[in-house]
Nanobody, 117 residues
Framework: QVQLVESGGGLVQPGGSLRLSCEASRSDFSLYTMGWYRQAPGKQRVMVAT???????NYADSGKGRFTISRDGAKSTVYLQMTSVKSEDTAVYYCYAQHVIYDTEYWGKGTLVTVSS
């Protein structure tokens, strides 16, 4: 079992920046592909960005050029740096982990990001 705890959400103005963090409870963090998903009100949960154990990243078109995902193995933490945020980035952001061998998936409880002036 992996516990994922997100932090860093909150209210941010359009054009501003925010960094989300997600700390995993397991020491075998390196065996997981990590990612961020988001769910806006009334919409389905969608992928924002993922990072493989080797550091390969993948972004949804909505975040390309604005968001950066990274991981720190020493801290078992994955980050999402959000810049030039827009009102449409308002959503609950969920941390995601998938075991690279067994494909077991885990989700955090989410952190709310609100982009508003």
């Amino acid at each position: 079992q992996v516990q994922l705890v997100e932090s860093g959400g909150g209210l941010v103005q359009p054009g501003g920046s925010l960094r989300l963090s997600c700390e995993a409870s397991r020491s075998d963090f390196s065996l997981y592909t990590m990612g961020w998903y988001r769910q806006a009100p009334g919409k389905q949960r969608v992928m924002v960005a993922t990072v493989s154990r080797s550091g390969t990243t993948n972004y949804a078109d909505s975040g390309k050029g604005r968001f950066t995902i990274s991981r720190d193995g020493a801290k078992s933490t994955v980050y999402l740096q959000m810049t030039s945020v827009k009102s449409e980035d308002t959503a609950v952001y969920y941390c995601y982990a998938q075991h690279v061998i067994y494909d077991t998936e885990y989700w955090g409880k989410g952190t709310l990001v609100t982009v508003s002036s």
